[in-house]
């Protein structure tokens, strides 16, 4: 995995919970402001479009589901919000001395702040802040899925373990963009053809065509699906279908399901809005009658960071996957 001290900073537990209460943001964002009134105006490139090109971060504590304890309150107030920061970041630093995984506390902290929202869910939609019920094709996908194993999967093979474990794809590049545990950074560039968003994780990059050109058929497939954007006045609208069957949809496991794999039927919309300088609303629909019994809609703000963006190096010395197949070996061995 990715072992770059630069990246990531160790900071006193006091420092770093102080510092989440300044960076709770609002649940909305600001529209785009009146530049006369504010002295900021929409930066645009030589097209005239709004500039959304730097380097952008969506990492968030704030859940992609309303968890139990906030009920029915769509939002919380900025108190409220650095507590349940907190609480995290506790949860997030308390690894176990027993737990061998790397540690959470080294090399998943960011020289930046985690920001939480006055949302109690990146959900928007529904009103409950949870997702849709599973129809009954994805019922049955995820409980073959747990029946092989969960979402780890079972050990045979390196090919029946996650695509995550095997350094193909986290699934934090979407669309739609969740948030992933840690690395939760991008680049986005334009041209007059192209949006490119480079992310971090997994170094997986996106290029969105600006052309109207037809899509392929259908049975031509992509693990990201095949994007066509436009702008509609300020905001950079993409629409994504053609995706794979092997598609995750997931996020980091605290925050987020690690069960659900949507189907070929998928259909997502996203829509880039920069509000001021330093921040785009991103917003997000997701339409998968094979998966879900409705579509549901979510939104995650972006925050500038600076760059640069470095190699994510997962597998030199990816020891965890090899470790993960050693070990049922062993098991099985001792069964017998």
């Not at 309303?66 to 308390?94: H, I, S």
């Not at 849709?132 to 409980?143: D, F, K, N």
């Not at 939760?184 to 334009?190: R, T, V």
């Amino acid at each position: 995995m990715d072992f770059r001290a630069h990246r990531s900073l160790v900071i006193p537990v006091a420092l770093i919970v102080a510092a989440l209460s300044l960076s709770t943001v609002a649940g909305q964002a600001p529209r785009a402001r009146d530049g006369n009134a504010t002295g900021w105006t929409v930066p645009r490139t030589i097209d005239g479009h709004p500039d959304l090109q730097g380097y952008w971060t969506n990492d968030t504590v704030t859940p992609l589901e309303r968890p139990a304890e906030f009920g029915d309150k769509q939002f919380v107030t900025a108190e409220e919000a650095a507590a349940y920061a907190k609480k995290r970041m506790d949860q997030f630093l308390a690894q176990p001395s027993d737990d061998i995984h790397y540690d959470d506390a080294i090399w998943q902290a960011e020289n930046y702040n985690k920001q939480t929202t006055l949302r109690t869910s990146l959900v928007v939609d529904p009103s409950n802040g949870r997702l849709p019920p599973l129809t009954p094709e994805g019922q049955a996908r995820s409980a073959e899925r747990a029946k092989r194993g969960g979402a780890g999967g079972p050990s045979d093979s390196a090919q029946s373990r996650t695509l995550a474990e095997r350094c193909i794809s986290w699934g934090n590049v979407g669309p739609p963009m969740i948030p992933p545990t840690y690395y939760a950074n991008m680049q986005i560039l334009q041209s007059n053809d192209h949006v490119v968003i480079r992310h971090e994780l997994m170094h997986d990059v996106r290029l969105i065509r600006l052309d109207a050109s037809p899509r392929a058929n259908p049975s031509v497939q992509w693990m990201s699906g095949d994007a066509r954007g436009r702008w509609e006045g300020d905001t950079f609208v993409v629409e994504t279908a053609n995706f794979t069957k092997e598609t995750p949809f997931r996020g980091p496991p605290r925050t987020t399901r690690q069960d659900i794999t949507t189907s070929p039927q998928l259909r997502v919309t996203e829509r880039f809005t920069l509000v001021d300088r330093d921040t785009i609303r991103y917003e997000f629909t997701v339409n998968d009658p094979g998966t879900w019994t409705r579509s549901w809609s979510g939104e995650v703000p972006m925050r500038r960071i600076d760059g640069p963006i470095y190699e994510y190096g997962c597998h030199e010395g990816n020891y965890g996957l090899e470790n993960i197949l050693r070990a049922a070996r062993v098991q099985e061995a001792n069964a017998r």
